[in-house]
């Protein structure tokens, strides 16, 4: 059985609690186990939570949830350009699959609510990049 890390953003809590439940009956359904659930404050904060998931013997690969909403300025961009790098690099460093089911930027709050069942698809690339990817 896989067993997955999961990283979800508080920011924007409506959302991505809807997105959370919608990951876990993802991995559910594919007979995947979730390990442990990490809660941080933002997209931006989920790199270390997701490495320090990707670390664990336990946990074959991490699954990062969270929405980005657009404002008045580009930190949006910013912060999702950055949380999307050094989730890249977990992955790389840990050898480890870490998927990004973080949805925006450049979205509305109700673009954003339409678009909860991204959560699902990260699980689904999760359990994929574990079941394809030759040993090391």
């Known amino acids: 059985m896989t067993t997955l890390g999961l990283v979800v953003a508080e920011f924007n809590r ?65 912060i999702t350009d950055a949380a999307a790098q050094r989730l890249s690099d977990v992955s790389l460093e840990r050898d480890t699959p870490v998927t990004l089911g973080v949805t925006g930027p450049g979205m509305s709050a109700a673009e954003a609510r339409e678009r909860v069942a991204n959560a699902a698809k990260a699980v689904d690339g999760a359990l994929d990049l574990v079941d394809e990817l030759p040993d090391p």
């Open 14 to 78: 409506p959302i991505t609690e809807q997105m959370e439940q919608e990951a876990k009956a993802a991995a559910n359904a594919a007979g995947a186990e979730v390990y442990d659930v990490v809660s941080v404050p933002g997209v931006y904060d989920a790199p270390l939570a997701a490495d320090r998931l990707a670390r664990r013997d336990e946990v074959d690969a991490v699954v990062v949830i969270g929405t980005v909403i657009t404002g008045d300025t580009d930190h949006d961009q910013v």
